[in-house]
Every structure is written in C-alpha cells, then in structure tokens.
C-alpha cells in the first residue's frame, strides 16, 4: 500500500488524520484437482483507493512520540485481475466483484520521531476490518461473509506545513 497523509493536530495530545491510499488485496489458491491429478493455482488481485478518516491520539515528548489511530475507513476497488488455472469445481470466487465499494473501521498503532530539519518518520502496525462484503452473502448465498481483513505494517516520511504569521509594524 502507499498514499498521502494529511494531519491536523492542533491540540495537546489529540487530532485529526485523514489519508488517500492505494491498497491491494487479493487471495491466491494452491491445490490439486482429484479428478484429472492435475496442479490448481490460481490468483486474484484487488486494487483499491482508500480514505480513512482517523482519529489521532498521541502521548509522549515532542521528538518522540507513540501514538495510536482509530476511525472509519471507505474504499473503492477500481481494477481486478486473476492469472493460473480455476479449480473446475469451485466457481463462485472466480465470478467479477459484485460489491466494488468498502467500508470499514481501522485501527492502528505506532510512534514517529521528529527532527527540526529532516521532518517526521513514523512507524505504524494497522488492522483494518472492511464491513463490506466482495460477493452477495444472503441466506442462500455461496459465502456466509467475504469482508476483507487486512494487517499492515507502515512506514510515513512527513512535514509539517505551518502557515506564515502576519508581522505587526513596530511603532
């Protein structure tokens, strides 16, 4: 996954980040089909574009900071893709996304360190739990469920933008 973060902390140990990432999910299958004692592998990927909304809660001293995030989360799968040999039985998880819309919760948690001229580095592990499902998931559905869950360990290199003081002339 990679994407941009936008953070407005303002308050002593809380605030607000929002970010626009590219993610991608998928699912690949290994086995072998008893009926013809042929291999099965197979592939799917999911691309997304992701915006979480997060709460940003942090403690610690200014140059070192831990931190954790919690909010909602949407996303949309704009691109999908498969490769290898279909299981000749099995079918339903080979079928085009029905649902191409997420939504979820994410949660992370992490620390970053500050420094006056390189910037801010931050380290973060993030589960993020879609409640959207991939493929209808009524009573007499193939899935019970097909939401996402994904875990991810990321790294963010930032600045901090301040916005330029208005001098007052000296009398």
């Known amino acids: 996954n990679g994407g941009l973060v936008f953070r407005y902390s303002k308050h002593k140990c809380c605030g607000l980040q929002v970010e626009v990432n590219y993610m991608q999910r998928g699912w ?10 042929v291999s099965v592998a197979y592939t799917r990927r999911l691309d997304y574009i992701e915006v979480p909304f997060l709460a940003h809660i942090y403690f610690g001293k200014n140059k070192f900071r831990g931190f954790f995030n919690l909010g909602p989360q949407i996303g949309y799968c704009f691109h999908e893709s498969e490769s290898g040999t279909k299981h000749p039985v099995e079918t339903t998880q080979y079928a085009p996304l029905e649902h191409p819309f997420d939504w979820g919760v994410a949660g992370g948690l992490g620390f970053y ?4 001229k390189a910037g801010l580095f931050q380290l973060e592990a993030r589960f993020n739990y879609s409640m959207g499902n991939l493929y209808d998931n009524r009573t007499w ?19 901090q933008i301040r916005p330029k003081h208005k001098s007052t002339p000296k009398k």
């Open 28 to 37: 690949r299958e290994n086995g072998k089909d008893i009926t013809n004692d």
């Open 113 to 116: 360190a500050r420094s006056e």
């Open 141 to 159: 559905s193939y899935f019970d469920s097909s939401n996402a869950m994904s875990l991810s360990l990321n790294f963010a290199y930032m600045w």
